[in-house]
């Protein structure tokens, strides 16, 4: 191992978690929670591709092991990752589907009862986005 494949995920784990210190240190204003909801976003891709970019990046001694689990492809990685995106979007979708149904359905339970069953399939039909997106990183690795 070279000190690139030491401290490379290192750097990147720091790089990503670089946004949550202010949270930590409880000096949280609503102004810069987009801010640092941006920044949190750009650093997770911008530490996806600095992991796609150098996973080629090898020592030229070091020779390939058989049946060692940790090779594949780059086409592999990619699939995992996609996998991993399709799980990531679809929740971070149905979250905020659930936000914005649930209290809607709440508000309209308590005017009028007879409308549960209405309000409910709003808020489960913002779920479903969530099992959508788990079922096609389960296709997606199953192809692999």
Known sequence: M???EIFGPLVLIALITLPL???FKKKVDPRSAKFRVVLQISLFFASMIGIVLFTGVTSANEVP??????????A??????AAALAVSASVIGAGYAVAQAAPAAIG????KEDI??????FVALAEGV???GLLIAILIIQKL
């Open 2 to 4: 070279n000190l690139f």
């Open 21 to 23: 210190i202010p949270v």
């Open 65 to 74: 092991v058989a049946n060692d689990p940790f090779q594949g492809s780059i």
């Open 76 to 81: 592999q990685g990619m699939a995992y990752i």
């Open 108 to 111: 309209a339970i308590s005017e």
């Open 116 to 121: 549960f069953g209405k309000a409910m399939i």
């Open 130 to 132: 969530a099992i959508y």
